[in-house]
């Protein structure tokens, strides 16, 4: 089985679903569904995304649902999955807020930002890479998983092998806004399709309407894994994608506040990891976040 080379990425991702046994920490007081519990009596002096948060009395956060293994909706059952769901719903737990006070929001790549800085919601969490350009709007807690960008393509294609191998008789397609397909326009001489979601990349993938779909790794193989006689990912990861939490710009009491989760929660990361990605007999190390300013 394919397997990625960065620390904390993640390659067979588990089909939505079928790894969503919990595998609960040592924390106390964690349940057997979920290895985090909701904490009381919360305070952080200084955040006005906190104080917009309990005048709502819920968290409203940004995700992806069309990301199996990482954020993904269920359209039959509703049901949300996926490690970074689960990491949205930690640091809620961790602000004092359970599910039932959590409103999720699909934001496309693309609006991301605006969202953000519109106060439409609190924190984003969905394969959210940081980047210079994107701190100059917004602020990001962690990084809390580290992958690179990769190439999806149809099972029977062997003339794509990866960023090397691609022409400007080529089609690759991303997401619109991402950084993924910014990387193909400057580094490529390919031909580029852009959509506000991954699955309607993997769509014209399917429907031989593009040649390859590109994005991190970690999503691509989780499509992969759904449709193995279909599709293939190729070739070695060609970036380092460092996953953060999109917070409000200049709130750094909010920042320290998830850094210090991550840094201190290395059980319910870990757990969170296997729950949803572990079937893949992979293992991840949690990174370091980086400095708060």
Do not use: H
Not at 33 to 43: F, G, L, Q, R, S
Not at 177 to 186: F, N, P, V, Y
Request: charged share 20%; with cysteine; proline share 4%.
């Amino acid at each position: 089985m394919r397997t990625t080379r960065i620390v904390g990425a993640v390659a067979g991702i588990a089909v939505a679903g079928l790894a969503l046994t919990a595998c609960a920490g040592d924390e106390p007081g964690a349940s057997d569904e979920n290895p985090w519990t909701v904490a009381t009596d919360v305070t952080i002096e200084g955040s006005p995304t906190f104080d917009s948060i309990q005048s709502a009395g819920k968290v409203v956060v940004g995700v992806k649902e069309d990301q199996p293994g990482l954020g993904y909706l269920d359209a039959a059952t509703n049901v949300r999955s996926g490690f970074d769901v689960d990491i949205a719903r930690w640091i809620a737990a961790s602000l004092g807020y359970d599910e039932a006070d959590i409103d999720f929001q699909a934001i496309p790549s693309a609006n991301r930002e605006q969202a953000i800085i519109n106060g439409d919601i609190d924190y984003y969490v969905g394969t959210y890479s940081i980047t210079d350009a994107r701190k100059e709007q917004i602020s990001f807690a962690g990084p809390y998983f580290i992958t690179g960008q990769g190439l999806l393509v149809g099972a029977d294609n062997d003339t794509i092998t990866g960023l090397e191998s691609l022409t400007a008789d080529d089609t690759v397609c991303s997401a619109t806004g991402s950084t993924s397909i910014q990387r193909i326009k400057d580094q490529t001489p390919s031909q580029t399709k852009e959509y506000d979601t991954y699955s309607a990349c993997v769509e014209d993938l399917k429907n031989d309407q593009v040649d390859a779909v590109t994005t991190d790794e970690a999503i691509l193989i989780g499509y992969a894994a759904q449709e193995p006689d279909k599709l293939k990912v190729v070739g070695d990861v060609f970036s380092e994608e460092r996953y953060g939490v999109g917070i409000p710009k200049g709130d750094t009491a909010l920042q320290q506040f998830i850094n210090d989760m991550f840094t201190n929660g290395g059980d319910v990361w870990q757990a969170i990891f296997d729950k949803n990605l572990g079937a893949s007999g992979v293992s991840a190390t949690q990174p370091e976040v980086d400095p708060v300013g």
